[in-house]
């Protein structure tokens, strides 16, 4: 059962445009959410998180937008380099709900969207 | 610098042999560390949770017994792939908590494991 979903395998922007990347969760307990960025042979780096008492979190040029009502947050990169080109991993966890499922501090991940910006 | 040291990068072993997975936290005590499973194409898996000092706890449809855990001090936790089948090639990737309960932030470099 895929809590966290990323519908997108792969996306394709060119140098300076903006990339979105989207996410979907089911779970209502998630309230904390990340975005990592994988490159091949590595493991994940993290990159910009979110709180559900928050709708937008912005780190340079990653802004991250949650909308809890639609349970769907997103990445936007803007302006989009040749080096974001990655796989990036959306991730929830419930660090404080109820259910925190078997393991504090886990997170469900999507299963990724191939960004790819060429010049 | 790396926060998450894990070795090996990659290993080819023989059906049936055990291959040991290290992974060490280098700036600072974990007590929590994470053992993830990525198959190609697919999300990271959380195999389990590895608790320093005590059992680690297993996800659901995870062998304990064929995925042994050892978290013996506050900065590393091995992962033994016990007799292992080309099943089991994967790429196995430790993260480390930030803190009690904290979200992993921190994830090792992963190690690819072929099973031939």
């Known amino acids: 059962d895929q809590q966290v979903k990323q519908n997108s395998p792969s996306l394709s922007v060119q140098e300076g445009r903006i990339s979105i990347l989207n996410c979907d969760y089911t779970?209502?307990?998630?309230?904390?959410f990340l975005w990592y960025k994988k490159y091949p042979a590595e493991g994940p780096t993290f990159l910009i998180s979110?709180?559900?008492?928050?709708d937008k979190n912005e780190d340079g040029r990653f802004t991250v937008f949650l909308n809890k009502s639609a349970k769907h947050l997103s990445l936007h990169i803007v302006p989009s380099q040749p080096g974001d080109s990655a796989v990036y991993f959306c991730a929830a966890s419930a660090r404080f709900g109820a259910d925190r499922g078997s393991t504090l501090g886990r997170l469900y991940f999507g299963r990724g969207t191939q960004l790819t910006v060429w010049p | 610098g790396a926060v998450v040291s894990q070795h090996p990068s990659w290993v080819i072993c023989k059906s049936g042999t055990s291959v040991k997975i290290e992974c060490r936290s280098l700036d600072f005590q974990a007590t929590t560390m994470f053992w993830y499973r990525q198959f190609p194409k697919q999300s990271l898996m959380l195999m389990a949770t590895s608790n320093e000092g005590s059992k680690a706890t297993y996800e659901q449809g995870v062998e304990k017994d064929k995925f042994l855990i050892n978290h013996a001090s506050l900065t590393l936790s091995t992962l033994t792939v016990t007799s292992a089948h080309p099943e089991d090639s994967s790429f196995y990737i430790c993260?480390?908590?930030?803190?009690?309960?904290?979200?992993?932030?921190?994830f090792g470099n992963g190690t690819r494991l072929t099973v031939t």
């Open positions: 993260s480390v908590a930030a803190g009690t309960g904290g979200t992993p932030l921190h």
């Open positions: 779970n209502s307990m998630f309230d904390y």
């Open positions: 979110i709180s559900s008492i928050k």
